[in-house]
Nanobody
Framework: QVRLVESGGGLVQAGGSLGLSCQAS????????MGWYRQAPGKQRELVAT???????NYADSVKGRCTISIESAKNTVYLQMNSLKPEDTAVYYC???????????????WGQGTLVTVSS
């Protein structure tokens, strides 16, 4: 079993900063990529940022220049540092990972339970 556990959500004022982290645990053979998605009330889940195990990153246009994603492979952990937060960044943020578990060695997609980020104006 593979599990993703997020932490770091909360309430922040507009213009402030917040950091999220997500650790993968369990029977992991290989992590191919990790990332963050978010879902605001009444909206579809959308990409925030992703990073491969080699360090290649991809950001949504809406967060470019304001967010930084990083990965600490030794800890199976991905981080998202968010700066200059806006009220429209308010959403539940979900950790996502493409992981090959020990049982199959074939990559699967996993999701965390989500952590709420609220940006007040």
């Amino acid at each position: 079993q593979v599990r993703l556990v997020e932490s770091g959500g909360g309430l922040v004022q507009a213009g402030g900063s917040l950091g999220l982290s997500c650790q993968a645990s369990g029977s992991i053979f290989r992590i191919n990529a990790m990332g963050w998605y978010r879902q605001a009330p009444g909206k579809q889940r959308e990409l925030v940022a992703t990073i491969t195990s080699a360090g290649s990153t991809n950001y949504a246009d809406s967060v470019k220049g304001r967010c930084t994603i990083s990965i600490e492979s030794a800890k199976n952990t991905v981080y998202l540092q968010m700066n200059s937060l806006k009220p429209e960044d308010t959403a539940v943020y979900y950790c996502n990972a493409i992981i090959a578990p020990m049982q199959t060695s074939y990559p699967h997609q996993y999701w965390g339970q989500g952590t709420l980020v609220t940006v007040s104006s």
